[in-house]
């Protein structure tokens, strides 16, 4: 049986957050530990969000409220300010909008500064502009805007031979913004495929105990199994194992990773708290090898890895990533000490787009928490519209569209976008992101969200790029807390 990790929280948080916003967000059970004792006051206050009513834009059964964190919180002070007129930086459509420029600099010259900007489409945001800023500041319009989306504007001033830069990316009507990707008809018999192979390939589990990571309270060891190869022969996955000492039985979390290529030490605050957690490593390589190693192979063998064979679906460098992350979903679920009720997954930005794909094709995964997820709507600057990371077929100044000739890769991202995993989503998730983002940006994330059925949460701190924040961190910590079952006074 899935459980449901929104309704309790929703019955305690959203009476004391109703007074400000009349909104929730998900749960923290750790609410009442002495750490976040010291911020929960000032946090309650901070989580506001301006009216978010219109009708059409919540008429989806798939639609959910939006969350908004406080402008600026987790951002360092910047005197090149852009300040939209609505406090959520979000608005229907047919709707203009104006950001106020301001220039906090002192003695401040008579003639203004000259201020260039960029104002368009997220990614897309076209020729620079020039204007000059006063003292008291001047407004830049967003012309109302027809269709679901995002307009960014990227500003910038020369002061002292130094450049100050400063963002601000407004939402219309992001609840209605549809994916380009298409939806190939064999795209469950494809996957079921692949599972078949891999099931095929014994795992040859290997533990290898860590001391030097282990503590009183959890075991941990490194583990290496067996796992699908895109040429020739099989190849392996790597991971961090921690494991809370005693008879159990526990839930389980798979942490999977961003992109990258990095070392991993495992997922041990929350093992200590009474979870089996898994962290894994997706390119084939041992996890705690010396750090020359991973930068080595990032910048040389392993750079660009995303496009690797991109041209074909079978040997796509992501057939073997989503295979093996499924491979360490079952060795959680086939642990002794699993407790058979609570399976978690959770990452960001690559692991945001990992945890979607595993909890869409293995059902026994009961929660997801996934920030900012790569590889939505891949398919968008194909579209003329904004696609996800890596960023494929996007035109570059002259027009020409990286990833010539894209026919035969445009076909292979069908299968692998984010977003046609959300479509088959029945887990219940919490999902974290920022406007400001250029990596994952909003218009793909949005596309790939609104595709979601399931039970979803949405937290959004709206100037944030490519990053979480001290208060998200939280958040996430407290739903995979509560998705499974661990109470508060175990998470103390």
């Given at each position: 049986?899935i459980?449901?990790?929104?309704?309790?929280?929703?019955?305690?948080?959203?009476?004391?957050?109703?007074?400000?916003?009349?909104?929730?967000?998900?749960?923290?059970?750790?609410?009442?530990?002495?750490?976040?004792n010291?911020?929960?006051p000032?946090?309650?206050?901070?989580?506001?969000?301006?009216?978010?009513?219109?009708?059409?834009?919540?008429?989806?059964?798939?639609?959910?409220?939006?969350?908004?964190?406080?402008?600026?919180?987790?951002?360092?002070?910047?005197?090149?300010?852009?300040?939209?007129?609505?406090?959520?930086?979000?608005?229907?459509?047919?709707?203009?909008?104006?950001m106020?420029?301001?220039?906090?600099?002192?003695?401040?010259?008579?003639?203004?500064?000259?201020?260039?900007?960029?104002?368009?489409?997220?990614?897309r945001?076209g020729?620079?502009?020039?204007?000059?800023?006063?003292?008291?500041?001047?407004?830049?319009?967003?012309?109302?805007?027809?269709?679901?989306?995002?307009?960014?504007?990227?500003?910038?001033?020369e002061?002292?031979?130094?450049?100050?830069?400063?963002?601000?990316?407004?939402?219309?009507?992001?609840?209605?913004?549809?994916?380009?990707?298409?939806?190939?008809?064999?795209?469950?018999?494809?996957?079921?495929?692949?599972?078949?192979?891999?099931?095929?390939?014994?795992?040859?589990?290997?533990?290898?105990?860590?001391?030097?990571?282990s503590?009183?309270?959890?075991?941990?060891s490194?583990?290496?199994?067996?796992n699908?190869?895109?040429?020739?022969?099989?190849?392996?996955?790597?991971?961090?194992?921690?494991?809370?000492?005693?008879?159990?039985?526990?839930?389980?979390?798979?942490?999977?990773?961003g992109?990258?290529?990095?070392?991993?030490?495992?997922?041990?605050?929350?093992?200590?708290?009474?979870?089996?957690?898994?962290?894994?490593?997706?390119?084939?390589?041992p996890?705690?090898?010396?750090?020359a190693?991973?930068?080595?192979?990032?910048?040389?063998?392993?750079?660009?890895?995303?496009?690797?064979?991109?041209?074909?679906?079978?040997?796509?460098?992501?057939r073997?990533?989503?295979?093996?992350?499924?491979?360490?979903?079952?060795?959680?679920?086939?642990?002794?000490?699993?407790?058979?009720?609570?399976?978690?997954?959770?990452?960001?930005s690559?692991?945001?787009?990992?945890?979607?794909?595993?909890?869409?094709?293995?059902?026994?995964?009961?929660?997801?928490?996934?920030?900012?997820?790569?590889?939505?709507?891949?398919?968008?600057?194909?579209?003329?519209g904004?696609?996800?990371?890596p960023?494929?077929?996007?035109?570059?100044a002259?027009?020409?569209?990286?990833?010539?000739?894209?026919?035969?890769?445009?076909?292979?991202?069908?299968?692998?976008?984010?977003?046609?995993?959300?479509?088959?989503?029945?887990?219940?998730?919490?999902?974290?992101?920022?406007?400001?983002?250029?990596?994952?940006?909003?218009?793909?994330?949005?596309?790939?969200?609104?595709?979601?059925?399931?039970?979803?949460?949405?937290?959004?701190?709206?100037?944030?790029?490519?990053?979480?924040?001290?208060?998200?961190?939280?958040?996430?910590?407290?739903?995979?807390?509560?998705?499974?079952?661990?109470?508060s006074?175990?998470?103390?």
């Amino acid at each position: 049986m899935i459980s449901d990790p929104s309704p309790p929280f929703k019955r305690k948080w959203g009476t004391m957050l109703g007074h400000y916003s009349g909104r929730s967000v998900l749960p923290p059970p750790i609410h009442q530990r002495a750490s976040v004792n010291k911020i929960l006051p000032l946090l309650l206050i901070l989580i506001v969000s301006a009216p978010f009513s219109h009708a059409k834009e919540n008429a989806s059964a798939a639609a959910a409220p939006l969350r908004f964190l406080p402008v600026g919180a987790a951002l360092p002070e910047n005197p090149l300010t852009l300040v939209p007129d609505r406090n959520d930086w979000t608005y229907p459509l047919n709707t203009p909008a104006t950001m106020r420029v301001r220039l906090a600099r002192s003695p401040y010259p008579a003639e203004g500064f000259k201020l260039r900007y960029r104002l368009g489409p997220d990614m897309r945001e076209g020729p620079e502009r020039e204007m000059i800023v006063p003292e008291q500041g001047a407004d830049i319009a967003v012309p109302a805007q027809a269709h679901a989306g995002f307009v960014r504007c990227i500003a910038r001033v020369e002061i002292d031979g130094k450049s100050l830069i400063s963002s601000a990316t407004l939402g219309f009507a992001p609840q209605q913004i549809a994916a380009s990707q298409r939806d190939p008809a064999d795209f469950d018999a494809f996957w079921d495929q692949q599972r078949a192979a891999l099931d095929k390939i014994a795992p040859a589990w290997e533990l290898t105990p860590a001391p030097e990571l282990s503590s009183a309270a959890i075991e941990v060891s490194y583990l290496r199994f067996q796992n699908v190869g895109n040429y020739a022969g099989p190849s392996h996955f790597y991971g961090v194992l921690a494991v809370p000492r005693g008879a159990g039985p526990f839930p389980a979390l798979l942490s999977v990773p961003g992109a990258g290529v990095r070392p991993y030490n495992g997922a041990l605050t929350l093992a200590a708290k009474g979870m089996i957690t898994l962290q894994v490593g997706i390119h084939g390589i041992p996890v705690n090898l010396p750090p020359a190693v991973y930068e080595d192979l990032g910048r040389g063998g392993l750079a660009d890895y995303s496009r690797f064979r991109i041209d074909d679906r079978n040997h796509y460098y992501f057939r073997r990533v989503y295979l093996g992350v499924l491979r360490a979903a079952d060795f959680l679920a086939r642990h002794q000490k699993w407790d058979r009720r609570h399976l978690i997954v959770t990452g960001g930005s690559q692991g945001g787009q990992l945890s979607i794909m595993t909890a869409a094709l293995d059902k026994r995964v009961t929660a997801l928490a996934a920030s900012y997820p790569a590889y939505s709507d891949v398919s968008g600057y194909a579209a003329g519209g904004t696609g996800g990371w890596p960023h494929l077929f996007k035109p570059g100044a002259n027009g020409t569209r990286s990833d010539e000739p894209i026919e035969a890769k445009l076909i292979t991202t069908a299968y692998y976008d984010t977003a046609n995993f959300a479509r088959r989503l029945r887990t219940p998730g919490f999902y974290t992101w920022g406007y400001n983002d250029t990596v994952t940006p909003p218009t793909s994330t949005f596309a790939a969200y609104n595709l979601i059925t399931a039970r979803k949460e949405l937290v959004l701190a709206t100037d944030q790029g490519h990053e979480t924040s001290g208060v998200q961190d939280m958040l996430i910590e407290a739903f995979i807390l509560h998705a499974a079952g661990i109470s508060s006074t175990k998470s103390n």
